[in-house]
């Protein structure tokens, strides 16, 4: 029997581990996400055209509430 190489007896070292800043940020960025869905589910949503003029809660058609004549 002929010896093995040194190559195939070499051992790999692990993977580098994944840095705390980069889980912390994914985690954030996570929980931010399902927070806008879960106001958008819930008819609560972070803006929107109707916001701008108090009409969030109106049928959504806008009427002017003094007529200049």
């Not at 040194?6 to 692990?14: F, K, Q």
């Not at 581990?17 to 589910?41: D, E, S, T, Y």
């Amino acid at each position: 029997m002929t010896d093995p190489s040194p190559d195939s007896t070499r051992r790999t070292e692990p993977a580098p581990r994944m840095p705390r800043w980069v889980k912390v940020l994914g985690l954030l960025l996570l929980l931010l996400v399902v927070a806008v869905a879960a106001l958008h589910a819930t008819g609560n949503g972070v803006g929107g055209p109707g916001d701008h003029f108090g009409l969030a809660s109106t049928s959504g058609h806008w009427e002017p509430t003094a007529v200049a004549r």
